[in-house]
């Protein structure tokens, strides 16, 4: 081990820990407002890419019609709601933004010439096949139980993550895809290797948390869903809905998880099964930041790519083991410096 | 209808039309009696294949195989059973149970992956019902002792494919050579071969590097691989995840002679992988390049044949080896179901099941996709040398090796 390799595996260590990173925030903002791990998460990661490769493949993406399939559930449960409340009131909102909207996307996204009109609008047609379905699963599947458990809502996660599996199997098949890369260049200094594509994960995931940061500190809805994480039921007295900041945050969840998946698609062949893994490593970086603050999951998640890169070196065959071990240090290291406030006291 | 049921309940002096009433209560009797002598003589084939997990881009094809197997075979009718075990041994296991004990299957097919496989085997044993796994270590049929006696495969074995491995490696000249695999039982199953081969070919394996299927980066592996500066690298993996250490070793700057194992050979896997594949060898069935095969040589025609039906049903370069291991298992039931059947055992009985090990057991010069078989009381295999290619990676297509 010398300095140049030590060199190429921080930078490698950066750019994985980059995306686990923009995984790590996904995870703490939902956990905050929501209290749901949010493992489906690295299913929305690995939906992200395999979109991105469809689309640059000429095919409409399959992701798309999903989408629309939760759309029409969600409708199904407004009108039945409507029905039972014997007012039409907000019916027609819901149809549009849950049938109107996916079928939209869906017919844009089987346009050639939207297919070949140049990454940035591909991204942006990904995205939109892809972020209404976090709040829509939302609806679906943790809104009826908000008030439950932690352990109930992370179990009902775990089962979405399953579900999201076999759907993934349907659309995409077994097999992975790899992205075309933004940029091909590439950069010599010394003997590590800059590539351009690297360096935009690392700017690009800088950038999103920059933004992310202005929404929280400056805009009133950001504001009003740091609110709901301090204490839900104050927020709910000052006149912001659980449900509406739940679906924001499962929306804004779904944007952050969804841009990892198009930045790191280039990089590694993602198949379905991918997600889970990515999941996985930011949400250890988000345990080592307490699942409560966003700079800590960021440093957690540096970290964690980090030593994966450079034990996939010394010890490839334990590269995982490590890894995951890192979470028994830090969670023995919080419960014994714990002040003692139960979460589940009533607050 | 001529045997008069005993009928204490009914009073003739209370109902005039007692006898019609017998008849009619004898006609379901009639109708189970007829068709349970039809269902006796169906056969029912159990099936159980990683369709979803791990080893789903094996099972997904293996399963479009067994859809196009004929449905009656010698006048007999065929009934497939398919079942998917998710890549997982536990569920294979209970998959063969429910397979035998429930659904009183004659055969079992299955399962895509060696540890599944193995995990079969003490069920087929104890219920003597003869299982075909299309999995490819050698520990699944040998040594043939009394509970692998029920059990045959069709790939070849693991050990086949890395003899000729070795042996490529051995004549190229190349004598350094570094292995990254997955580090899961198939990496464990080709290193451990290699390691066997490797002194006879005079090869030194001076860096074994492992990284999971869903790694999104194996930089330092290959690091690790390139400082040892190895004459060859095997890549010991299968499907799309294959092509990231090829990719990374390529950027990295190796310009040595890349190899990988038969778990890549499929289309997916050169489309994903494009130039970053350009010359690799790998050792294969003869299926992948059957155009390139002398006409003289017969597993050509059969193995053609086999990829115009699967293409026709699926789609045209949606051909690949395991679809074909899949069917060679339908071609050594249609040479042994006729040889049970004449021994006169009825389907569904254990003297049947016994009548179909025997009838495969004894399969000679059999022409499938991927070779000539020829199976004996010790080798439940079957293949030869013919069985296996080295085979190139040119233009983005498969290629005989020169």
Same mark, same amino acid.
């Given at each position: 081990m010398d300095a140049s390799i030590a060199a190429i595996l921080t930078l490698d260590g950066i750019t994985t820990g980059a995306v686990y990173a923009l995984l790590a925030i996904s995870l703490v903002l939902v956990f905050t407002v929501?209290?749901?791990?949010?493992?489906?998460a690295g299913e929305f990661v690995a939906f992200g890419a395999l979109t991105m490769a469809a689309l640059q493949a000429g095919r409409a993406p399959p992701t798309a019609l999903f989408t629309l399939g939760l759309g029409v559930m969600v409708f199904a449960l407004d009108a039945l709601a409507a029905v039972r409340a014997g007012s039409a009131r907000g019916l027609l909102r819901s149809a549009g933004w849950n049938l109107v909207f996916p079928l939209a996307v869906w017919w844009l996204a089987s346009l050639p010439a939207l297919q070949q009109a140049g990454q940035l609008v591909q991204v942006a047609l990904t995205l939109a096949v892809l972020v209404p379905a976090g709040p829509m699963l939302y609806r679906l599947c943790f809104a009826p139980v908000q008030q439950a458990s932690v352990l109930t809502l992370l179990i009902v996660s775990v089962a979405l993550h399953f579900a999201l599996l076999g759907v993934g199997l349907v659309m995409f098949g077994a097999e992975g895809s790899r992205t075309l890369p933004l940029t091909d260049a590439r950069w010599a200094i010394g003997a590590v290797q800059l590539s351009g594509q690297n360096l935009a994960v690392v700017l690009t995931s800088l950038a999103a948390m920059g933004a992310l940061a202005a929404f929280f500190g400056r805009t009133l809805t950001g504001k009003a869903l740091r609110a709901t994480a301090v204490n839900r039921i104050g927020a709910q007295l000052v006149g912001i809905g659980p449900a509406r900041a739940g679906r924001l945050a499962f929306a804004m969840a779904g944007v952050l998880s969804v841009f990892s998946g198009v930045l790191i698609g280039p990089i590694t062949t993602i198949y379905y099964e991918s997600g889970f893994l990515i999941g996985l490593k930011g949400f250890v970086g988000a345990i080592i930041g307490g699942l409560a603050g966003y700079p800590l999951a960021v440093a957690g998640a540096l970290l964690v790519g980090l030593i994966e890169a450079f034990s996939s070196f010394w010890a490839s065959a334990y590269k995982e083991v490590i890894v995951f071990s890192l979470i028994v240090p830090v969670l023995a290291w919080r419960s014994l410096t714990h002040r003692g406030m139960d979460e589940e006291d009533p607050e | 209808m001529t045997a008069r049921l005993p009928n204490p309940n009914l009073n003739p002096a209370l109902n005039p039309r007692a006898s019609t009433t017998r008849l009619w209560r004898m006609l379901p009797v009639a109708a189970l009696a007829l068709a349970s002598t039809l269902a006796t003589a169906q056969i029912k084939v159990g099936v159980t294949l !990683? =369709? =979803?997990? &791990? /080893?789903a881009s094996l099972g997904i094809p293996e399963r479009n195989a067994v859809a196009l197997m004929p449905r009656t075979i010698a006048g007999v009718s065929i009934e497939y059973i398919v079942l998917d075990d998710a890549s997982d041994p536990v569920k294979a296991v209970q998959n063969t149970r429910k397979l035998i004990s429930d659904d009183k299957v004659d055969v079992v097919l299955g399962s895509s992956t060696t540890p599944n496989s193995l995990a079969m085997l003490d069920v087929v044993a104890e219920n003597k019902t003869p299982q075909i796994s299309i999995a !490819?270590?050698? %520990?699944?049929? *040998? &040594?043939?002792d009394a509970k692998r006696m029920w059990v045959f495969k069709t790939p070849q074995n693991d050990a086949h494919m890395m003899t000729a491995l070795s042996q490529h490696m051995g004549d190229q000249g190349f004598r350094k050579i570094g292995i990254i695999g997955f580090n899961d039982a198939y990496g464990e199953g080709v290193i451990t071969e290699l390691g066997k081969l490797a002194p006879i070919r005079r090869l030194d394996v001076t860096v074994v590097e492992r990284y999971a %299927? =869903? *790694? =999104? !980066?194996v930089t330092g592996q290959v690091l690790k691989v390139l400082a040892a500066n190895p004459d060859a690298v095997l890549i010991a993996a299968s499907g799309t995840p294959a092509v990231l250490p090829a990719r990374t070793l390529k950027e990295r700057g190796y310009k040595g002679q890349i190899y990988f194992t038969d778990g890549v050979v499929n289309n997916d896997f050169l489309r994903v992988g494009g130039k970053d594949l350009e010359g690799a060898f790998l050792p294969a069935g003869p299926v992948v390049v059957a155009k390139e095969l002398a006409d003289s040589n017969p597993i050509k025609k059969v193995a053609l044949g086999f990829t115009k039906m699967y293409e026709d049903a699926?789609? /045209?370069? !949606?051909?690949?080896s395991f679809a074909a291991h899949g069917w060679n298992a339908w071609l050594m039931l249609e040479r042994a179901i006729p040889v049970a059947l004449k021994t006169g055992a009825k389907p569904g009985t254990e003297a049947f099941r016994a009548a179909l090990r025997d009838g495969l057991e004894g399969i000679r010069e059999l022409v499938t996709t991927h070779g000539v078989m020829n199976m004996s009381k010790t080798d439940h295999m079957g293949f030869d040398q013919r069985a296996r290619v080295m085979v190139q990676i040119k233009n983005g297509t498969w290629t005989l090796a020169k």
């Open positions: 929501t209290r749901v791990i949010y493992i489906p | !990683s =369709t =979803t997990g &791990p /080893a !490819s270590s050698l %520990r699944i049929v *040998d &040594p043939v %299927r =869903t *790694d =999104t !980066s699926n789609g /045209a370069g !949606s051909m690949n």
